[in-house]
Antibody, heavy 121, light 107 residues
Framework: EVQLVESGGGLVQPGGSLRLSCVVS????????IGWVRQAPGKGLEWVAT???????YYPGSLKGRFTISRDNSRNTVFLQMNSLRAEDTAVYYC???????????????WGQGTRVTVSS | DVQMTQSPSTLSASIGDTVTITCRAS??????LAWYQQKPGKAPKLLIY???TLESGVSSRFSGDGFGTEFILTIKSLQPDDFATYYC?????????FGRGTKLDIK
């Protein structure tokens, strides 16, 4: 059974940094695809980052440069480093595995329970 | 980037009804489309991928169709557990985009 457990959320001041962790079991992060999706309070889902088995990382243009996704294969864990945080980054952050049907990773499959990030002074 | 326009934003229906939710992509995405169900306080759940492939364990009352820019999620014979928010999601060139969601509530 695939399980994902996020941690690292909390309250941070504007301009601050936070690193989220996603510990994965039942799924090998180094040979698969993992992503982060966030959901602001009362809002919809927003893709944040993905890391492919090759190690390549992708971000939406709006977040590129502030957020970095990485992984530690020995701990089967994926991280999301978030810098220069703004009030609009306040959200629940989910990590999720992705499934590949056409040679790359297209859909978010198994999800964690999420970790809440609040950016406020 | 692909923009996804989902409609309606809210939908009221009764137990036993059949409903449809539409998602329109700003450019052709072939069949690179998924549908998710989300309940309050919970993570989204994958229902359908590749526009029409039912995820394992998902009820056959859910079905998806479409190609290119127009996609539909159909839910037949609504059950109490189906009342939730539904999102479409596209994939194109290593980027992912979600629709704004459709909240399905009981009439």
């Amino acid at each position: 059974e695939v399980q994902l457990v996020e941690s690292g959320g909390g309250l941070v001041q504007p301009g601050g940094s936070l690193r989220l962790s996603c510990v994965v079991s039942g799924f090998t992060v180094s040979s698969n695809y993992i992503g982060w999706v966030r959901q602001a309070p009362g809002k919809g889902l927003e893709w944040v980052a993905t890391i492919y088995s090759s190690g390549s990382a992708y971000y939406p243009g709006s977040l590129k440069g502030r957020f970095t996704i990485s992984r530690d294969n020995s701990r089967n864990t994926v991280f999301l480093q978030m810098n220069s945080l703004r009030a609009e980054d306040t959200a629940v952050y989910y990590c999720a595995t992705l499934i590949a049907t056409g040679g790359t990773a297209e859909y978010f499959h198994h999800w964690g329970q999420g970790t809440r990030v609040t950016v406020s002074s | 980037d692909v923009q996804m326009t989902q409609s309606p934003s809210t939908l009221s229906a009764s137990i036993g009804d059949t409903v449809t939710i539409t998602c329109r992509a700003s450019q052709s995405i072939g069949t690179w489309l998924a549908w998710y169900q989300q309940k309050p306080g919970k993570a989204p759940k994958l229902l359908i991928y590749k526009a029409s492939t039912l995820e394992s364990g998902v009820s056959s009352r859910f079905s998806g169709d479409g190609f290119g820019t127009e996609f539909i999620l159909t839910i037949k014979s609504l059950q109490p557990d189906d009342f939730a928010t539904y999102y479409c999601q596209s994939y194109d060139n290593n980027a992912y985009s979600f629709g704004r969601g459709t909240k399905l509530d009981i009439k």
